[in-house]
């Protein structure tokens, strides 16, 4: 995590730099409440009005959760067609396609939350969806030839369909498991990038109307807040924590001393090597072995090498060389 290098954090406008554990942006149309959001999860202020464009830059903002710090960027409301350039929508979506997770902001009465995941895929930004592996290879002749085992069914009359369409007549199509042709798309196009998203339904205190447009969406958690009264907003704090699939890693010194205060931040399935990086560039390569001390394993205090895969909570004691 190159977080030192930005000690600044703050700034504002589209080059927000990345600050924290982890980056989270507040994705929906105008007026909806995202910045009284993120007034409300960080205590920043960032100005709110009741009238859209209220935000015309980029505000960040710094959520304290379990002691990580995670990063929420506060961007001005999106409007239908961002994605072909109207309005600031095409750089709010690059910064959104930079985001570790998405808050999909929608308020009472669910404006926009339907068009808004059309814009984000016409962007390239695939929410709530994980890429599958599946690869296109060009080749001089031979026509579309698809590899695939035997369990995963696929219709290969459909696949040569839209490959053509792509004016691809030679290639080797590699499929490792079960995919649709909206993946085979992707696949084609590139340049997708698969992001996780939680509904966040505002102005819940004004009555919710047809919350199960929200319900529907991809499969989405779906919080139901108030920025203005504060209902739900630990919860939401929470949810954002839980995406985010971050691991805490306890440091173990020499003496046997565990900082239980300030636990190293990790993603999921982060290893030794992960925490060495972390810490120092020195401490990867003076790095000798690992003691981990993980919660329910059977066996303790096991020595480990950098590849270790470290679970939620662990203990570490790093053993350098010297
Ligand atoms: N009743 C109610 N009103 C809210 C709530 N959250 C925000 N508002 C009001 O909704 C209006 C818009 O809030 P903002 O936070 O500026 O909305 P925004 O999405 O940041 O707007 P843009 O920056 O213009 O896209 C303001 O008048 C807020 O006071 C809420 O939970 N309940
Ligand atoms: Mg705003």
Do not use: W
Request: glycine share 10%.
């Amino acid at each position: 995590m190159e977080a030192e290098s930005h000690k600044k954090g703050g700034g504002s406008g589209f080059s927000v730099p990345k600050s924290g554990d982890a980056t989270v942006a507040l994705v929906g149309y105008p007026n909806v409440g995202k910045s009284s959001l993120l007034n409300a999860l960080t205590g920043v202020h960032s100005e709110t009005g009741n009238f859209a464009f209220t935000t015309v830059s980029v505000i960040p903002g710094t959520m304290l959760y379990n002691g990580a710090r995670i990063q929420i960027l506060d961007l001005p409301g999106i409007i239908e067609s961002a994605s072909s350039g109207s309005g600031r929508g095409k750089e709010i979506l690059s910064v959104v396609r930079g985001a570790d997770l998405i808050l999909l902001v929608t308020d009472n009465e669910m404006k926009g939350l339907d068009r808004i995941r059309e814009e984000l895929y016409r962007a390239g930004i695939v929410i709530n969806r994980k890429r599958r592996n599946v690869s296109v290879v060009r080749t001089g002749s031979n026509g579309i030839v698809i590899h695939a085992p035997k369990k995963v069914m696929v219709n290969s009359d459909d696949i040569r369909e839209i490959l053509h369409e792509f004016r691809i007549m030679n290639a080797d199509v590699y499929i490792r498991e079960s995919v649709t042709l909206e993946d085979i798309i992707e696949s084609v196009r590139g340049s997708y990038v698969y992001v996780k998203a939680i509904v966040t339904v505002n102005k819940s205190d004004l009555g919710i109307v047809n919350y199960s447009v929200a319900e529907s969406f991809n499969g989405a958690s779906v919080v139901k807040v108030s920025a203005r009264t504060g209902y739900g907003i630990d919860n939401l704090k929470e949810e954002i924590f839980r995406s985010l699939e971050m691991v805490r890693i306890y440091l173990m010194e020499k003496s046997g001393k565990i900082d239980r205060e300030r636990p190293l931040i990790l993603r999921k399935s982060s290893t030794v090597r992960d925490v060495c990086r972390k810490i120092s560039r020195q401490m990867l390569s003076s790095f000798k072995y690992a003691y981990v001390i993980s919660q329910g394993q059977m066996v303790q205090n096991k020595r480990v090498g950098l590849d270790h895969v470290l679970r939620d909570g662990d203990i570490v004691h790093i053993v350098s060389v010297n």
